[in-house]
């Protein structure tokens, strides 16, 4: 069963960045297309950011230009820089596979606030 960890929320005022990390058990993780999901309260989950194995990469309009998805497949690893942060980014941030996803991580919570 893989195991995905979520780290590096926090609280954060407008205007200011964040970098999440993922780290991932899966032994074929540099096979698949990785995502950054969130969930606000009263919100579904949304995909906000994918990038391939070849590193090809997809933003949500809500992110792009703020945001900018990597990883390290040596490491099994999936990271998040989050710049210019917003009210509207505060949420639940989690990590998977963008389609047949993995059991779920208990993600990083994100607040932002003055």
């Known amino acids: 069963q893989v195991q995905l960890t979520e780290s590096g929320g926090g609280l954060v005022q407008p205007g200011g960045s964040l970098r999440l990390s993922c780290a991932a058990s899966?032994?074929?993780?540099?096979?698949?297309?990785m995502g950054w999901y969130r969930r606000a309260p009263g919100n579904k989950r949304e995909l906000i950011a994918t990038?391939?194995?070849?590193?090809?990469?997809y933003y949500a309009d809500s992110v792009k230009g703020r945001f900018t998805i990597s990883r390290d497949n040596a490491k099994k690893t999936l990271s998040l820089q989050m710049n210019n942060l917003q009210p509207e980014d505060a949420a639940a941030y989690y990590c998977?596979?963008?389609?047949?996803?993995?059991?779920w991580g208990r993600g990083t919570q994100v607040t932002v606030s003055s």
């Open positions: 998977n596979k963008d389609y047949r996803v993995w059991n």
């Open positions: 899966a032994n074929d993780f540099e096979w698949y297309t």
């Open positions: 990038i391939t194995r070849g590193g090809a990469t």
